[in-house]
C-alpha cells in the first residue's frame, strides 16, 4: 500500500547534465520515499492520490546559503557597498534580534521558501534553536550551523554551538542536520577556526563558512596570513569535515585544487553578489575543475527573497554572458546545481534532490497553464526560463504536504505576518553599541 499517488505528472529527471522528461507518469510514495515511478499505478493502491495532468514535477529546490529569519530587514537597506551594509545597517539591527524574533522572522523565510518549491535549506544564523523549532514546525529539511565569530566570548559560543549540533543533530525525523557556522576568515582567527574544525570532527559534522566573497577580503588576506581566505581555512584544519563554502565569488588560482582535493562544496548566490556588486564565483571554472557547486539566495536583506529558480536563471544567464557561450551551463546542468549538487553540498547526496526510486520524497509540482509558460514545448526550458514561483502549486517533503493548490498545510501566514510586523519597530532601531564587524578597507 502507497500513502500518496501522483498520477498523469510530467517527470522532470536530470541524468548527468541531461534533462529527460518522463511524460503522463505515476510518482508513488511510501513511508517518505519514492517507492516506484511507472506509466500507470492503480489509485486502489494508495490512501490519496493526487491527480496532475499538465503538471510538471520536479525534484524540491535546494537552497545551500540561506539567512532564513533575514527577511525581517528585506529591503531595508539598498544601493550601499557591502562594508557600510553590514557594519552601518544590518549589524546594529541584529543586535536587536531576541530568539523569538530569529523564530518569527525564520517562519516568514521558511513560508516563502515553500511557497518558492524549495524543500531543503542550509541556513547560517544566530539562535539556531529557534530556526531549528521553525523548521521542525514546518515539515522542512534543513542543515543548520550556528553563527560564531573570534571574540572574548569565542570559546563560550563554540561551547553554546557544538551543544547545538549534539541536539539537533538528526532530530526531527532526520530532517535536520546541525553543522559549525564559524562565520568567515574575517571574522575568525586561525586559532579559532581550528578549534571550530576540530570540534566538528569530534562530533561528525561539517562546517558552513563563508570564503572570498569580495577581492578585498582575498588581498587582506595574503596581507595578514600570507594565503587566500581558502589557504587559510585549509591550514586551519576546516576541509578534514565536509565544508560548504559560501560565495567564494574570488577563488585564486592555487585555490581551485585545494577545494577539489578536499571536496570542498560551492554555494553560489548570484542575486546578492551582483546587488552587493561584489562579483560573482565563475562556476563554469570551478565545475570543470571537478568543485560541486550548489546555489543559495543568501539572506533576504540583500537578495530580497528565497527565490531559487531565480537564482538558477541568474547563474545560467551570467556564466553565459561571461563566457560569451551560449553552451555554457545548459538548462539540465544549470537546474542540477539547484536540485541534485544541492544536496550534495549540503550533506544529502542520493537522499534528496532528485525524482528517483529510493530518494525521499521531496516533490515540487508546477502548473504549466500560464500564458507566460505556454505552448510548452521544452518543459525543462519553461521552468528555468520562463516559470515564477506562483507556478508553484504542491510542495511534498518526506511524503508530507507542506502546500497543496498553493494552501500553506502547516504554517499559519496570517499569525507569521502579524508576529513579524508587531517587531519590526523595535528591531529595526539603529543600535548605537554596535561594533564594526566588518573589515574597513
Ligand atoms: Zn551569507
Redesign the pocket.
Known sequence: MYDLLIQDVDILQIDGSAVVILPQHTIAIAAGKITAIAPAISPTLARETIAAPGRLAIPGLINA?A?AAMGLFRGIVEDVPIEEWFNNHVWPMELNLTPDDVYWGALLGLTEMIEAGVTAVAD?YFAMDAVARAVSDVGLRAQLAWTVFSNPDEAAQLDQAAAFVEQWHGAADGRISAWFGPHSPYTCTPGFLAHVASRAQQLGVGIHI?LSETAEQVRQSRAAHGKTPVGVAHAAGIFRVPTLA??LAHPADDDYALLAAHGVAVAV?PKTEMKLGIGVAPVADLLEHGITVALGS??AASNNGYDMVEATRLIALLEKHRRQDARVLPIGQALALATREGARAIGLAGLTGELRVGQAADVVLLSQAGAHMQPVHNPAAALLYSSCTADVETVIVAGRMLLHDRHLLTIDKAEVLRQVGQRIERITQLRSDALAIYPQS
Do not use: I, N
Request: with cysteine.
Open positions: 546559503h539567512h547560517h563563508h559560501a560565495h548566490c543568501d539572506g
